[in-house]
């Protein structure tokens, strides 16, 4: 991973504990971890929670309708009802600032909203050239008010502003036959991968231009990817399986049956989880993935580590760790 990403990552797990095809596979545990301490804890919202993100503040989650929720001392309470625009587009992706301070979030109908998680303003960039199709997810990369954005498009575009969302600066590639982009994760300032609804990989490491590198015979659907590096890359997706790109070859592990919509992996690859249909948690740890137990059936959509380790998803469902 790199330093701006491990930096990053650092600082707000710190902020959230104070706040409240390649040859051969990965290793599995097929058993599920004993009594394991997930716990559900109340909502204020039945819609369905689409991602999740700590901030400087503590953690946020994005949710259909345009809800978005703050974790307090108090627990969970809805900030926003009606997204960016006030017209209640659902939301699907989340990102934050380097520094903590903003929290971007995209969604239907060309949603894009930024939020300053200390003062609470809220910044409509929705439409960017003009564009009303679905956004899945968003990665950001800067401090607040410099940051760059990228934008994953339901038609197949990434979306992109290297002046934080002003208008007149957005610009947009198509990296591949124009499937929907799924999923889209930084580890540079200019520097990730995506994943499309195609079943391929992309790099970037200008921000703009895009290159596949895989994934052949995956034979499933990728939902989620986190970019730790350019040799360092975790995708989940149907099926259960994950895949994880060490910079020559990737390594499919097979964990089950469930769709698995997001994956979140620390700096070293030691410790992670993916989270997916049915409730299912699986996390890894001496480079074996091992289910473990939770008090949801519910599917869930997002997972974030911190100081309390966060799963949402759908029916409002949240679960701590």
Do not use: C
């Amino acid at each position: 991973m790199s330093d701006r990403n491990a930096t990053r990552r650092g600082v707000l797990k710190g902020i959230g504990a104070t706040a409240a095809a390649a040859v051969g596979g990965a290793a599995l545990s097929g058993t599920v971890a004993a009594a394991g301490p997930w716990e559900s804890v109340e909502s204020p919202t039945g819609n369905t929670l689409h991602d999740v993100e700590y901030t400087a503040t503590g953690a946020y989650a994005v949710a259909g309708g345009g809800i978005v929720l703050e974790r307090t001392s108090t627990g969970w309470q809805k900030v926003l009802g009606g997204g960016p625009t006030g017209n209640g587009n659902s939301l699907f992706g989340a990102d934050v600032t380097d520094d903590g301070k903003a929290l971007w979030f995209v969604g239907a109908s060309g949603a894009i909203g930024e939020y300053d998680v200390e003062s609470g303003v809220l910044t409509d960039h929705s439409a960017p050239m003009d564009v009303t199709n679905n956004f899945n997810d968003v990665s950001v990369t800067g401090d607040a008010g410099e940051a760059n954005v990228y934008v994953a498009g339901d038609s197949g575009k990434m979306y992109y502003s290297f002046e934080n969302g002003a208008s007149q600066t957005w610009d947009y590639t198509t990296p591949g036959s124009g499937s929907a982009i799924n999923a889209v994760d930084f580890h540079g300032v200019r520097s990730g991968h995506i994943v499309d609804g195609n079943k391929s990989v992309f790099v970037t490491d200008d921000g703009s231009t895009w290159d596949k590198i895989g994934l052949a015979d995956a034979n499933v659907n990728f939902y989620g990817v986190d970019s730790d590096g350019p040799n360092d890359v975790w995708i989940s997706g149907g099926g259960g399986m994950i895949f994880h790109w060490n910079g020559s070859e990737w390594t499919p592990t097979d964990t089950g049956d469930a769709g698995l919509r997001d994956i979140e992996v620390t700096d070293d690859d030691s410790t992670g989880y993916t989270v997916g249909g049915g409730g299912k948690v699986y996390a890894l740890g001496g480079g074996d993935w091992t289910q473990e137990e939770t008090p949801a059936g519910e599917n869930l959509k997002a997972v974030v580590r911190g100081g309390t380790d966060i799963a949402v998803g759908s029916g409002g469902t949240i679960l701590e760790k």
